[in-house]
């Protein structure tokens, strides 16, 4: 159980162009997702976490305006990187916990992101 | 702010032996959750094993176990009867208040 999906697991755009990443919880349903950011060989950087129905709450320092992030149902989040430049290709990776009170989160296998 | 520290950036083992890889953390607060996630090639997070704060018990997943110190602020995990598929880069994290708070990672390598 706990199966978190991304979509898409590639994507290479122009610079100025705009890219959605789709998250999907597959067989639960989640209270609350988080978007994160992988630079190689790096931790994981935590860009926003949302909740179904409400608006993302950011990290300091991460664009919201650039970052635009939709929780529109228990299943689905998506992070749409806007106006995206060079310096936004990355690993782009979402997670997903449910309405319990622990706190384990369960990762979608990422999406690499290159803006050329 | 919570800190989560790894002082081994790399670590190895022989295949069927036995490795223990260190986490370190920093927090005032009394309830919190302690992970291991471990990240392989393919970038896939996988959790590894989970410690609730209020448990004394050591938690324990098939050949993975921790030893969590809550006095020391330490979350160790034993890797027994290592396999070659453990190769990966293990993250130790923090969590309270629904979020997380990754250590920098180590690099276990597996020798055959």
């Known amino acids: 159980g706990a199966v978190v999906s991304q979509h898409p697991s590639w994507v290479i755009c122009k610079s100025g162009t705009s890219v959605k990443i789709e998250c999907r919880s597959l067989?639960?349903?989640?209270?609350?997702m988080f978007w994160y950011r992988q630079f190689p060989k790096q931790s994981l950087m935590l860009m926003a976490t949302s909740n179904e129905g409400s608006k993302a709450t950011y990290e300091q320092g991460v664009e919201k305006d650039k970052f635009l992030i939709n929780h529109a149902s228990l299943t689905l989040s998506t992070l749409t990187v806007t106006s995206a430049h060079p310096e936004d290709s990355s690993f782009y990776i979402c997670s997903a916990r449910g309405d319990g009170s622990e706190e384990t989160q369960y990762f979608g296998p990422g999406t690499r992101l290159l803006v050329l | 702010a919570q800190t989560v520290t790894q002082s081994q950036p790399e670590m190895s083992v022989q295949e069927a032996e036995t490795v223990t890889l260190s986490c370190t953390y920093d927090t005032s607060e009394s309830d919190y959750y302690l992970f291991w996630y471990k990240q392989p090639p393919s970038r896939q997070m996988i959790l590894v094993i989970r410690?609730?704060?209020?448990?004394?018990q050591n938690a324990t997943e098939n050949r993975f176990s921790v030893n969590f110190q809550k006095a020391a602020k330490s979350f160790s995990l034993k890797i027994s009867d290592s396999q070659l598929g453990d190769a990966a880069m293990y993250f130790c994290a923090w969590g309270s208040n629904y979020k997380l708070t990754f250590g920098k990672g180590t690099l276990l390598t597996v020798n055959p």
């Open positions: 067989d639960f349903q989640a209270t609350t």
């Open positions: 410690q609730e704060a209020y448990k004394q």
